[in-house]
Structures are given as structure tokens and as C-alpha cells.
């Protein structure tokens, strides 16, 4: 499927002042804990600028952590309007094969809207005790963690809830989520190649693993933005956006995050309200920013764990330049940021090319870890290096599986075999040889130093992923349902 392209304009035209998306840019460029991929900013349902942080690229499908939640969310709206559950249903007659190991009378008190509000009456994170107590059905592992609390008394953030109620949905319509929203949301909406990461049940997770482009995201922006229409067509029940996006718990000091006031504003649907609108939130970034009053929609992908200080910039510099009606032109701060996202880039990874008196010696054996062990990836065990007559490779072998990277001379080298990645860097020294490699899939990077005295190296993630997967999985999946 072919998307039409959303449509787009002149930010003086929508009532925007290019000078503060440009003050935006310079603020996200200067925090150095702030890596950008993307940035999406709709206004008056036109595109007034877009720009991707080379070798991030439109088409690349992005992690989009828990952003996902938002899209779980939709899709049990559309499975509500079609008869298939309620809000008021208990979770437990969704899955009346637990009904005998499920006692604790809170537990069976948990209804849809409590999971999907994540009120379930836990004070904290079940997901592991969830798998820990059940692999094969987490649902029934979550069941049977007993709530503290009343179920719709008290907020906590809590993957399970989000899974649960992925599952009422994959169960109710015989589908995985993915192929569910395939042609009730995705193609209306115009969105391709949706892919979502399973658990050991073969389950879409729900509450994470969901990889989209910038774009995808955005248009389900538009679609909360405009009450649940796309293109005059009603894809979601009238009156759904209102109600997923309104304050059903209250959520100050629930995420345990100092300083944090973005945090603290409540929790809808699987979506947060904000100092300002509402979002879908997802780890290291990923944020679908929905801004009634100023008739906007902002989407970022993102590689920082400062993510409050990423809604701050974007507060203090994008939403002053929101205006009530068009600017006059010409503009030649228009022009200037259509420039400026032109040539958005990541700084290259600093190095050297090889000392060529040492080249023989850096290919002569392997590598091994630092300390006897990789602490940051333990499944790595080595690392090789060879030259080769467009640079060279560096292969890194984790639990027996050969990974090649290529290193070029200079910038970024982008390869999409055997998975999507971005590899720079170089020697330091003739002892020391960095190479950072970008997943282009996700919001991940990982620094590998190779010591020639001793032979050995080490890695660390700039930011570490929330699980650890094997390298080969840090990408989108291929899935039946990615294919099908």
C-alpha cells in the first residue's frame, strides 16, 4: 500500500512562526543529553515541518516503546464498537479458563476500564511477578498478583494492565492486534508496514514493541485531534477521543519521577495528560503530542532519558509560536527551517583511519570481553576485525551468531543486512579503536571499544533498551502479521 502523503504547507501560512521551530531545533541540538531522530509538526491538520536526524530517515520504522499503549488503546475502542466487550465487562469473564485460580475478591472486582486506565489497584509494577508466576499465560500471572487496593482507587504504572487488555482484544475479534488495526485503522489511515513484537505466548505485547514511522504516528495524532474522523470518514466511536483523553486517575507522584510535572497531570486510555494537551508516551522519547487549543499535533522519536526536559523545550519555544491566524509574508524564516530540516544530522562518530603499521596486528585474533564478561550485553563474547577494500568490518559474535559491521572511511555507513544499522567511528590512537553502531529501528546505540593491548573490548549502550534482546532482535520483526 502506497500512503497518500499528508498534506502539507508554509508554517506562516498555518499560523506558525518558523523562528521559534527553529529556536525548538537549536535548544534540542545544544542539550547534550537529547538525541533527536525526528520531529513531526502538524497545524491545522497540514504538515508545517518535518525533518529526520540523518542516517535516521521518513521511511524507517522507529521502536516506539510505550507509544504502543496508545494504539492498544484504539484498537480496544473499535473492538467496544463493535460489540465485542465493554468497559464495565469484569476482566475475568474474558478468560473464564482462570476462573478457578482466581480468589482474591479484588482481582475478580478488576474491570476493562481498570486495566485500561491502569487502576487495577496495584501500588507499583507487576510485570515481572506477571511472568515470573506464569510464562505461558501472563495474563493469569497478573491475575494472580492480589491488588492492595480497590481496583479503580489508585494509580500505578503497570505493563500487565496495558497486555490484559491487548489480550480482551486479540481475543475477542480472533486476531492479533497488528491484523486487527491492519484494516480497521491502519490502511484508512494510510499507515504501512505496522510490525509488533510477540512474547513467548506468540501474543502481540500491547504495552510495548510496536514500530512505526514518524508519519504513522502523526496521522494517529490527527485522528484524536479530530474526534475519532479521518478524511469526513468516522473511524472511531463518537465521543471515544473525549473520553480516552480525559483524566480517569490521578496521577501525582505515581511515577515516582522528581521534577517531573508532565507525569503528573493524569492518565486516560492508555494516554497521559499534559500541561498542555495530551500524548501518547513512549520510552527515550517517542511522544505523539496532541494540542487542542492550539489546533496541533507534535511527534518526536528520540534516543534520551530526558524526556521532561524534552516536553519543556517544546513548551517554551514551539508553543509561542503558535499564532491565531496566518503570518503576512514573504517569510524568510520559513525558508530558513525548510533549510535547517534539510539538513538535519547526527554529528558523525569521531576516529581515525587505521595506523597502517599496526593494520596486520588489529586482524591477527579476536577480541574478548573486558573482565572476562560484556556487562552491558552478556551474550557477547567476541569481536573481529578485518580489513577489507571499502574499509572495514568489525563482526561481533553473541551467543555463537555472527553479526558483520561495516566501517567506512568517514560519516555514518548505513547497511540493512543482516539488520538495519548505522555504523561509524575509528581509532583513537594505534592502541584504541571505537565503533558506535545506530539500530536504526530503534532508539538505541551501542559504543564497542576494542583495546589492542590485551586484546579485549567493551560495550555500552547509549541509552541501554528496557530489555536486553539479543542484538539480531534490535529491530522491527518480520512477523505473519507484519506480512500477511
Same mark, same amino acid.
Given at each position: ?111 476493562? @476500564? ?10 507499583? /509494577? ?101 474526534? %475519532? ?26 511515577? %515516582? ?27 527515550? %522519547? ?36 503558535? @499564532? ?12 530558513? !527551517? ?25 586482524? *591477527? ?74 539500530? !536504526? /529501528? ?38 505473519? *502479521?507484519?506480512?500477511?
Amino acid at each position: 500500500m502506497t500512503a497518500r502523503p499528508l498534506p502539507s504547507s508554509t508554517p506562516a501560512a498555518q499560523g506558525v512562526d518558523s523562528t521559534g521551530v527553529l529556536a525548538l531545533l537549536d535548544a534540542l541540538d545544544a542539550e547534550p543529553d537529547i538525541e533527536m531522530h525526528s520531529i513531526m509538526i502538524l497545524r491545522h491538520g497540514r504538515v508545517v515541518a518535518a525533518g529526520w536526524w540523518a542516517p535516521y530517515t521518513a521511511g524507517r520504522r522507529h521502536l516506539l516503546y510505550s507509544l504502543s499503549k496508545s494504539f492498544t488503546g484504539t484498537a480496544a475502542a473499535l473492538a467496544i464498537g463493535d460489540g465485542l466487550f465493554g468497559l464495565d465487562d469484569p476482566v475475568i469473564s474474558h478468560f473464564p479458563e482462570f476462573d478457578a485460580d482466581i480468589t482474591d475478591p479484588r482481582s475478580r472486582a478488576m474491570l476493562v @476500564r481498570h486495566v485500561a486506565t491502569m487502576s487495577s489497584g496495584h501500588l507499583a /509494577e507487576t510485570v515481572d511477578e506477571a511472568y515470573g508466576t506464569d510464562p505461558a499465560e501472563p495474563v493469569r500471572g497478573f491475575l494472580l498478583q492480589p491488588p492492595p487496593r480497590d481496583p479503580g482507587t489508585v494509580f500505578a504504572y503497570n505493563q500487565p494492565t496495558t497486555y490484559t487488555l491487548g489480550a480482551i482484544v486479540q481475543k475477542t475479534t480472533g486476531q492479533p492486534l497488528s491484523r486487527y488495526l491492519r484494516t480497521r485503522l491502519f490502511e484508512p489511515l494510510g499507515i504501512a508496514d505496522a510490525a509488533w513484537l510477540r512474547d513467548g505466548t506468540g501474543r502481540e505485547l500491547g504495552f510495548s514493541g510496536l514500530h512505526l514511522t514518524t508519519d504513522a504516528v502523526a496521522r494517529l495524532g490527527e485522528l484524536y485531534l479530530r474526534d %475519532g474522523v479521518w478524511q469526513g470518514r468516522r473511524l472511531l466511536p463518537e465521543g471515544w477521543a473525549a473520553e480516552a483523553t480525559r483524566a480517569h486517575v490521578p496521577t501525582a507522584g505515581g511515577m %515516582g519521577f522528581a521534577d517531573a510535572p508532565d507525569w503528573d497531570q493524569g492518565y486516560g486510555i492508555q494516554f497521559w495528560r499534559s500541561r498542555h494537551g495530551y500524548r501518547g508516551d513512549g520510552a527515550f %522519547g517517542q511522544f505523539c503530542l496532541v494540542l487542542p487549543e492550539q489546533d496541533a499535533v507534535v511527534v518526536t522519536t528520540a534516543a534520551t532519558e530526558q524526556m521532561q526536559t524534552l516536553l519543556d523545550l517544546v513548551w517554551e519555544h514551539l508553543l509561542p509560536a503558535f @499564532r491565531p491566524a496566518p503570518l503576512p509574508g514573504p517569510r524568510d524564516a520559513d525558508a530558513r !527551517l525548510r533549510d535547517r530540516l534539510d539538513g538535519l544530522a547526527l554529528p558523525p562518530a569521531t576516529g581515525k583511519a587505521a595506523p597502517p603499521e599496526h593494520a596486520g596486528k588489529w586482524a *591477527a585474533a579476536p577480541f574478548a570481553p573486558s573482565g572476562g564478561a560484556c556487562a552491558d550485553q552478556p551474550g557477547l563474547t567476541g569481536v573481529d576485525v578485518a580489513p577489507g577494500p571499502d574499509g572495514w568490518t568489525v563482526t561481533l559474535t553473541e551467543n555463537g551468531h555472527r553479526i558483520p559491521l561495516r566501517l567506512g572511511a568517514g560519516g555514518w555507513t548505513v547497511s540493512e543486512e543482516p539488520l538495519p544499522v548505522a555504523v561509524g567511528g575509528g581509532w583513537t590512537d594505534s592502541g584504541t579503536l571505537v565503533v558506535e553502531t545506530l539500530f !536504526l /529501528e530503534t532508539p538505541h546505540r551501542l559504543v564497542l571499544t576494542c583495546s589492542l593491548p590485551g586484546r579485549t573490548f567493551t560495550a555500552r549502550w547509549r541509552p541501554a533498551p528496557l530489555h536486553r534482546p539479543p542484538l539480531g532482535r534490535m529491530r522491527a520483526p518480520v512477523t505473519p *502479521a507484519a506480512t500477511a
